[in-house]
């Protein structure tokens, strides 16, 4: 079992949620496929890149990320910063051959997405794009269920992400509000999660047909600094900037597969948190989820008898995808940090035998390509064609 040295860029909330993985991976999963050591943090500003080495557990810190992505002792780079520094880092870190996992959104757009995605893929090494919510049981039991045809051939996929966090106009303009740094508002931020899980369960996207809505066109100025997810409010004598990016977006889909959906993503939802649903309809049966009962699938066989058909609830546990690693109990709680550690554990496992994770920078760069003709189609207020990454080709 080898030691793998992680240099790890920004130390914000995605910071906290990798160390933690870091740290709890051979926990969970053991044999570990190899154990992470946290190396070297690196931060926006010596001081704050020694108090995240601190608070963290990380060996060294750096206010410079080019000293880890040239440090010859880290063998993987862990991309934790706002989007607009995505592509510069993962280009340069491929280009040095180490391992690279990179939050989500791959980059602001499909371009550098691209550029991400060809550095990756001349450089030969393992490549993850940090969609975690797919590696939520319940969310990988409904991939096994419809794997196993139990609920026939999908008709339709409803997804949601709603959350309220920048529905008050005074909640600042962090770099989420901010297209140069962004890339998008709620699109980028929280439907990809939705188009990854809807890729994941369903299959690739044919063409979209969207909405693109800001809603509070500008907020307290905020400087610099982590985002605080509406968690901090600017008064009414805080300066104020322009938001130039989306609040909300709705978009309809047709799947290459034939089968059709919606997915709508808001910030501005007053009493919704984590809002992550599906309802999945099949010619055979319908699969519903909501990320704020985690634990919980709900199902809907069409084969049960007349007088017992209906949803039921299964309670993911042992007896499920990742329950080996996880807890003994089936709806003990898994949390979003399980989430994380289950990635970092399948990161590594193909770090450690030589293979490909899903989902890669094809992924993310797919899921650009669609980010990309929602804007088109919301722009152009009509169906758009999605092009298709070659490797991804039905
Ligand atoms: N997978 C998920 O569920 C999920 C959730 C939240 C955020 N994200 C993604 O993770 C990324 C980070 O988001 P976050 O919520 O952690 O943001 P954040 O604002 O909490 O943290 C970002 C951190 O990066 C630091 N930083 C800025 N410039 C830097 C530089 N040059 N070098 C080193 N550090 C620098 C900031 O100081 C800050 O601490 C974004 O791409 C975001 O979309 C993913």
């Known amino acids: 079992m080898k030691n793998l040295n992680v240099g790890l860029i920004g130390g914000g909330f995605m910071g906290k949620a990798h160390s933690l993985a870091y740290s709890a991976m051979p926990m969970f999963f053991w044999p570990a496929p190899a154990i992470p050591v946290r190396h070297t943090i690196a931060e926006a500003n010596d001081q704050l890149a020694a108090e995240a080495a601190r608070r963290f557990g990380f060996e060294n810190s750096t206010s410079d990320w080019r000293r880890i992505v040239e440090d010859p002792r880290i063998d993987v780079v862990d991309i934790a910063t706002p989007n607009h520094l995505h592509a510069e880092i993962a280009i340069a870190a491929a280009q040095a051959g180490k391992h690279i996992i990179c939050e989500k959104p791959l980059a602001r757009t499909g371009e550098e997405s691209k550029a991400m995605y060809d550095a990756v893929k001349d450089a030969g090494i393992v490549h993850m794009v940090a969609f975690n919510y797919r590696r939520t049981p319940a969310i990988a039991l409904a991939k096994k269920y419809i794997e196993e045809g139990a609920i026939g051939r999908i008709l339709n996929f409803r997804g949601t992400y709603l959350q309220d966090w920048s529905a008050d106009p005074n909640s600042p303009l962090s770099w989420r509000f901010q297209k140069s740094i962004a890339g998008s508002g709620a699109l980028g931020d929280i439907a990809t999660h939705v188009i990854d899980i809807a890729r ?100 809907c066989f069409a084969g049960d008898a007349d007088d017992r058909r209906g949803f039921r609830t299964i309670y993911t546990g042992p007896a499920h995808p990742y329950g080996d690693g996880l807890w003994p109990i089936p709806a003990l709680g898994v949390g979003y940090g399980e989430t994380k550690i289950i990635e970092a554990h399948d990161f590594f496992q193909a770090i ?39 490797e991804l080709a039905d």
């Open 200 to 299: 994941y369960l369903v299959g690739e996207f044919n063409s979209v047909n969207s909405i693109l809505s800001t809603w509070i066109p500008d907020r307290p100025i905020q400087s610099g600094g982590a985002d605080a997810l509406g968690n901090v409010r600017g008064g009414d004598d805080v300066p104020r900037g322009e938001v130039d990016v989306d609040d909300e977006v709705m978009t309809m889909v047709r799947f290459a597969n034939g089968a059709v959906g919606s997915i709508e993503a808001t910030r501005n939802g007053w009493g919704r948190n984590n809002f992550i649903t599906f309802e999945i309809h099949g010619t055979e049966g319908s699969i519903v989820f909501n990320y704020e009962r985690r634990d919980e699938l709900q199902v």
């Open 352 to 390: 450690a035998e030589g293979t490909s994770v899903s989902p890669n920078f094809a992924d993310g760069y797919q899921t650009a390509l669609i980010d990309d003709a929602i804007v088109a189609s919301a722009e152009k207020d009509a169906w758009v064609d999605v092009p298709r990454v070659a």
